[in-house]
């Protein structure tokens, strides 16, 4: 836990809000910073990153603590604290789907091509579109992707330092969020498939293979976009040959 | 088959009599359904899951003789098979042929048993991404199965402006204003001081009122030439005055040749003197 | 509380989720309920009635009860139930909006002609738009008092006894705050500019800088405003329709 008491933050975040708490009891603070955090939890559109909470609080609050005993007070209840990539949010326990769902409209399903694109893309990703049609053996039909960069849940990372440079692609936040996961490695079954080898390009069963990336940072082997690359509606005319039409 | 124990493939899962019968089996619903291929690798794990093959030891000649007898039979029942499949198939025979025909000795060809292992490969490798995916939508989903705060309240802030312009910006400010405006006033009177032809014609006549005698222009002139900048202004505007009062008849003007000095008198006193004369 | 048992409507809403419910002991089925009816508040983007809830709890249920326990529960929390319309919604505790704002600061600059006009106002006040424009030798463009208003440095002190009585403005206290200033008077004369080097010795005689007065009283050529002066934004459109000079 790094909420140790930062000394020379004070200049920087003196604020009105911090001295009135200052003047409480250690204990009302504490139930104050409770309320604090379950406020901006209830309030916020997104899941909430550790340090956002920090800038409302007291400095040195600790604040782990605080999210940890307000995930216990929720945990049993109608409504529950859940992390998603890593940030915080509360969401209507898993259970209350059922219930809840008959008011909301039925989404939009995914195809099933549009579906298996996105898990290679989560399980292999950085990968390009020639990776996603090698694993599905099929090319990638023209919706499919502009479909889930649509949606959020797949954008663009960079450019495979290779011949033609191809976009490489990655999951967002968004995704993690929807399918409510804290992070790439709780993906179901990632462990096994890494060892079995599955996850591997197209050598042969056995080799080494890396971890998916846990954060957006470039890979040795990722340039960065280059601001280049088209918006999806045109963005994945195939880049080696058809000059097929600009629909 | 009986192909099987050539091979040298992996286990074969395979019993040799389940070919036929399966291909029996799927024939009608199989081929028929060709379109709803996601191409021959999905054809290929479709036969397989048929079969009930274990990926993992997959005999890959087994299969290659099921998508074969497959292919056979959509071109027997005159279904148009899209040319990936028919590019896998002669790959598949292709492969086939060189799983039974032992390789010539210190050829440099892939071996076959890499190939099939990686068609093993990509098809186990295929069949594991349509797993995870069916886990990964098995998820409660957000908005579906979860939900998210209906009404968010997003966090107000409150944007304060603070200008950055002190006390000398301010000053100074006023201070060019001002002194802009000064100038501009300077600049307006200096301007006034050119002379307009009717201001240099109205001057003229005042002045050759008291000029009998011939006098030079310039000399004329010279009292109104208060600055160097209105030098050309006085002279043009008094020559173009002179040259319409001469014209009116109100003087006379005179220069003995060109660029020398231009002589001015008062018109009447020259009639005035003529008629001295006579 | 009309909480009675309905007996018809279980053909209507009668799905498994009921069924489930039912079957659970009476103080399960009761947490089960305070979970619904909280999830419930948590996800709905609009508040709820009463009525609302009861479909989607078992039938009988005291809806009335589950309310008032879970509002007693949020009573002194971050979060709290509200009746709004009669309606039912959970909003963040009053005393958190004010904890929960956030300022930022932006860095701004005053246009030119801001700059010219504000100086203006300050060394000639009280002074009329027509005077300024006087002095700036170009028309006030349409926001600039606007702005200087808004900001809070200028205010319209009174009107002018002269044919058209035109608004008189004047300089506030923010004014002198903000540029350090201790009265109006510490601006400095025309000996004080020129030695600072800000105007140069060539003025003509009679260049003069009038002298700031001292205080905010109406001065014998002003009356008070008559309650007719209209907000900043339709205030100054020009009195004269002169296409305006960019300074």
Known sequence: ?247 | MADNENTGAPTNAWPDDMPKQAAAMLSDELIVDVDGFEGPLDLLLELARAHKIDLAQISILALANQYLDFIDRAKVMRIDVAADYLVMAAWLAYLKSRLLIPAPPNSDEVAPQDMAARLAFRLQRLAAMRQSAEELIKRPQLSHDVFARGAPQPLVVDVQREYGDNLIDLLKAYADRRQRKVVRQTYTVKRQTTWSIKEAREAIERLVGAMDEWGAFDMWLERYLATAETRRSVRASSFTASLELARDGRIELRQDEAFTPLYVRRRNSALEKQEDHL
Chains 1, 3 share one sequence.
């Open chain 1, 1 to 247: 836990m790094n909420a140790q008491p930062m000394m020379n933050q004070d200049e920087e975040t003196g604020e009105d809000v911090q001295e009135a708490v200052v003047t409480m009891h250690p204990m009302a603070d504490r139930g104050q910073n409770l309320r604090i955090v379950e406020a901006m939890l209830f309030a916020a559109a997104e899941p909430i990153a550790m340090d956002a909470f920090k800038e409302f609080l007291p400095e040195g609050t600790n604040v782990e603590s605080i999210l940890a005993d307000l995930t216990e007070n929720y945990a049993n209840r109608g409504v529950n604290i859940v992390q998603v990539a890593g940030k915080f949010a509360l969401r209507t326990a898993a259970d209350m789907g059922a219930i809840l769902r008959r008011e909301k409209t039925e989404q939009k399903r995914l195809t099933k091509a549009a579906l298996e694109t996105l898990a290679i893309i989560a399980y292999h990703q950085p990968t390009t579109r020639a990776e996603i049609e090698d694993v599905r053996g099929v090319a990638i039909s023209k919706g499919t992707l502009d479909n889930l960069l649509e949606i959020g849940w797949v954008k663009m990372r960079g450019r495979r330092k290779t011949p033609g440079r191809p976009v490489t692609y990655g999951t967002t936040e968004s995704f993690l969020d929807h399918f409510g996961l804290n992070e790439l490695t709780d993906l179901p079954g990632l462990q096994e498939l890494k060892s079995a080898g599955l996850l591997d390009g197209n050598l042969p069963p056995g080799f080494d293979i890396p971890m998916p990336r846990l954060s957006d940072d470039l890979t040795a082997d990722e340039d960065p976009l280059d601001g280049t690359e088209q918006m999806p509606l045109e963005m994945h005319l195939p880049e080696d040959s058809a000059p097929e039409a600009n629909s």
